[in-house]
């Protein structure tokens, strides 16, 4: 089956502690992205890496840090989370080019106490 | 930066009616995107597009494009109880960044 691929599903901490959340795509895309999609449903890209080069990284706390070993995965970690962090992470994947189309995955929802 | 904004947050309708979603934007773009996300999924493309095209089709939804009034519709004919999601428009401009509209969630009762 080739699609994007996450887990956790969901996750609940505390604050300050660390999280790691995993995305694996197998659509042999060249490209991946996170977004974090709030309570409203708003969706923000985080980060995106092509051939294993971040190419986007908005203006997100540097507690978040993204992490590639290969093309076909990019992890996201989280260092001390706090209470904002609580949202949906949606991993994504796509061919590197303006107008391809981008895959998402089903997300990891994160609670934060 | 180019903002997508869906004009309406919430619409329901019941099955076999039609409904149009409607978006606007900000700057100039290359081509518009319009996503569905069901509960509990990631967004999913419905249609693409390209900023020299008006119109395009995929089974029953119909989507238009006004580049002098920066507005894009998405239609659906013959709503059906799984048509019930959030529906969004994404821009594209020169880059390879997607930003996303704020959503309108469609509620389709039987």
């Known amino acids: 089956e080739t699609a994007v691929f996450q887990t956790p599903n969901y996750h609940v901490t505390q604050v300050g502690n660390e999280v790691s959340f995993n995305c694996k795509q197998t659509?042999?895309?060249?490209?991946m992205y996170w977004y974090k999609q709030d309570s409203k449903k708003l969706l923000k890209i985080m980060f995106s890496y092509n051939n294993k080069q971040l190419i986007v990284n908005e203006t997100v706390p540097r507690r978040f840090s993204p992490q590639s070993s290969d093309k076909a995965h990019l992890n996201l970690r989280i260092k001390s989370v706090e209470p904002e962090d609580s949202a949906v992470y949606l991993c994504?994947?796509?061919?590197?080019?303006?107008?391809?189309?981008?895959?998402f995955g089903p997300g990891t929802r994160l609670l934060v106490l | 930066s180019q903002l997508a904004e869906e004009n309406l947050w919430a619409l329901s309708v019941h099955e076999g009616e039609s409904v149009t979603v409607n978006c606007s934007y900000k700057t100039s773009i290359t081509a518009l995107q319009w996503y569905r996300q069901k509960s509990g999924e990631g967004p999913a493309q419905l249609i693409l597009?390209?900023?020299?095209?008006r119109e395009k089709r995929n089974g029953r939804l119909r989507a238009t494009l006004d580049t002098s009034s920066q507005s894009s519709s998405l239609s659906i004919t013959a709503t059906r109880c799984e048509d019930t999601a959030v529906y969004f428009c994404?821009?594209?401009?020169?880059?390879?960044?997607?930003?996303f509209g704020t959503g309108t969630s469609l509620l389709v009762d039987p």
């Open positions: 659509l042999g895309h060249d490209t």
């Open positions: 994504a994947s796509s061919y590197w080019g303006a107008l391809d189309t981008q895959y």
């Open positions: 597009i390209r900023s020299n095209e």
């Open positions: 994404a821009t594209r401009n020169m880059g390879y960044k997607l930003t």
